[in-house]
């Protein structure tokens, strides 16, 4: 019976050699992995609200309380609801989209918003980026204006932030240094002066 035992133990353990082997499970099956474990592409994609959450959290805090509005919130935004998309992004067309998160202060009429979008596996962020570029109204609020507005790629999602120019580049600033520590490339930057 001891023995019995003893190679039922040593079974067990040997199985649990073999699969500690086999690679670490907890990393993001949105990150490439070569056989010997280095990342060449990076992380190419948030995982979701929690990610993300994480991400504006990092960025937030790296940027003097005195440029940031008051009362931020982070929200993701229904894919089904094209009206809201096209308010706070312009975007008409989302099939390349797989969601949009949106921060803002509650106060409605400060011009500050970042968002971040995820993008689909096959989708060309480049020109989500641009469009978004292109599309946003900086002055949705009532009666201001955001003067300056930034986006890059991050891995193959985008980030965008507009508001007064110090914010601006501020909060652009906290969030190229998060994405780079979450292993994710940065591309070159987009960015246009509004007139007020």
């Known amino acids: 019976m001891k023995k019995r035992m003893a ?3 040593l079974t067990g353990m040997l199985s649990a050699a073999m699969l500690t082997g086999c690679g670490n499970s907890n990393r993001s099956s949105d990150e490439t992995v070569t056989e010997d474990g280095k990342d060449p592409a990076g992380m190419v994609h948030l995982d979701g609200e929690e990610d993300v959450s994480a991400l504006f959290e990092e960025i937030y805090g790296g940027v003097d309380e005195e440029l940031l509005p008051f009362g931020i919130a982070l929200t993701e935004l229904s894919m089904d609801d094209d009206d809201l998309i096209s308010y706070h992004t312009g975007l008409a067309e989302v099939s390349d989209i797989d969601s949009i998160y949106l921060s803002e202060s509650m106060m409605g009429s400060t011009p500050y918003s970042a ?3 995820k993008t689909k596996d096959d989708a ?3 020109e989500v980026m641009q469009q978004l570029m292109d599309s946003v109204n900086p002055a949705k609020w009532i009666c201001v204006t955001a003067e300056k507005q930034i986006a890059a790629n991050f891995g193959s999602d985008v980030f965008f932030v507009m508001g ?3 914010t601006a580049d501020a909060v652009f600033a906290a969030a190229k240094t998060a994405a780079e520590s979450r292993n994710m490339a940065v591309s070159n930057t987009a960015e246009k002066n509004n007139p007020i």
Do not use: N
């Open 124 to 126: 060309d962020a480049k």
């Open 115 to 117: 968002v971040y979008i």
């Open 164 to 166: 007064a120019p110090e």
């Open 7 to 9: 190679l039922i133990f």
